[in-house]
């Protein structure tokens, strides 16, 4: 079906695609792929919204739960940094005690690659707080290991560390 196709990637509307070109007697098809992913994952934390709101955005909290050196902000537009320098960003939305929004790239994304954003949801639950994140606009092919990440990088040492502070 395909006669020739031209590969051409780049970005729409923000969105990294790739777009196939071809022709078939004379007209011009094309056809295109977003080429980013996204996650969603959540874990019950034996503490309050505010607490882990508070300890997320600040300095020396965000290091001691992830055992990482971080660097936190309380301010919209304020940067972050986390593990060492592997991951930064900034802020982009804080509802406090309830939402959080960060422009966010580890070291591993592609250099022309556009940041992803993290939301981080906070609610309360049964037991504590219900904390959702949702990360978007993650490269192609670095979805699930963000996920694992998370989970054993993020949720574990946090469910130690609320559970003794």
């Not at 874990?43 to 709101?53: A, E, G, N």
Request: net charge positive; aromatic share 14%.
């Amino acid at each position: 079906m395909y006669k020739n196709p031209v590969l051409c990637q780049g970005y729409f509307f923000r969105k990294q695609l790739e777009i196939y070109f071809w022709t078939v007697n004379g007209t011009i098809f094309c056809e295109g792929m977003d080429k980013l992913e996204s996650l969603k994952v959540s874990v019950t934390l034996p503490t309050t919204p505010q607490r882990i709101y508070e300890a997320w955005l600040n300095s020396k909290e965000h290091s001691a739960f992830t055992g990482g050196r971080a660097r936190g902000s309380g301010k919209v537009g304020g940067a972050l940094s986390a593990w060492d320098g592997y991951i930064r960003g900034k802020n982009l939305t804080l509802e406090p005690y309830r939402r959080i929004v960060q422009s966010w790239r580890s070291s591993e994304f592609p250099e022309d690659s556009e940041d992803s954003r993290l939301e981080v949801v906070l609610e309360e639950a049964e037991k504590g707080t219900r904390l959702t994140l949702i990360h978007t606009n993650i490269p192609d092919g670095q979805g699930e290991m963000y996920k694992e990440g998370w989970r054993d990088n993020y949720f574990q040492p946090m469910k130690r560390y609320f559970k003794t502070s």
